[in-house]
Nanobody, 119 residues
Framework: QVQLVESGGGLVQAGDSLRLSCAAS????????MAWFRQAPGKDRQFVAA????????YYKDSVKGRFTISRDNAKNTVTLQMKSLKPEDTAVYYC????????????WGQGTQVTVSS
């Protein structure tokens, strides 16, 4: 089992950058595929980015490709989401997730961190 805690959210202006971190405790992150999801008010939670446990291959939602970068440091038990050129539509609560189901399902979730992008 693993516990996840996100940090790094905040209020920024359009065009700014922000770096989110997900710290894990319990079982090491190297055992899990990791992902970031987000949920805007009144909308469903949506996939943002994922990084595979075996080879660190990455996957992104189309609208964040070229702007967001997911990375992992298994030695530090952290996953980060570097976000650049932020847009107001990126405003949401961002969640870190861990799973072992080939990116199809995630078993463990953090509490989320708020990202607000003003225009």
């Amino acid at each position: 089992q693993v516990q996840l805690v996100e940090s790094g959210g905040g209020l920024v202006q359009a065009g700014d950058s922000l770096r989110l971190s997900c710290a894990a405790s319990g079982r090491g992150l190297s055992s899990y595929d990791m992902a970031w999801f987000r949920q805007a008010p009144g909308k469903d939670r949506q996939f943002v980015a994922a990084i595979r446990r075996y080879d660190s291959m990455t996957y992104y939602k189309d609208s964040v490709k070229g702007r967001f970068t997911i990375s992992r440091d298994n030695a530090k038990n952290t996953v980060t989401l570097q976000m650049k050129s932020l847009k107001p539509e990126d405003t949401a609560v961002y969640y870190c997730a861990a799973g072992t189901h080939a990116l199809r399902k995630y078993d463990y979730w953090g509490q989320g961190t708020q990202v607000t992008v003003s225009s």
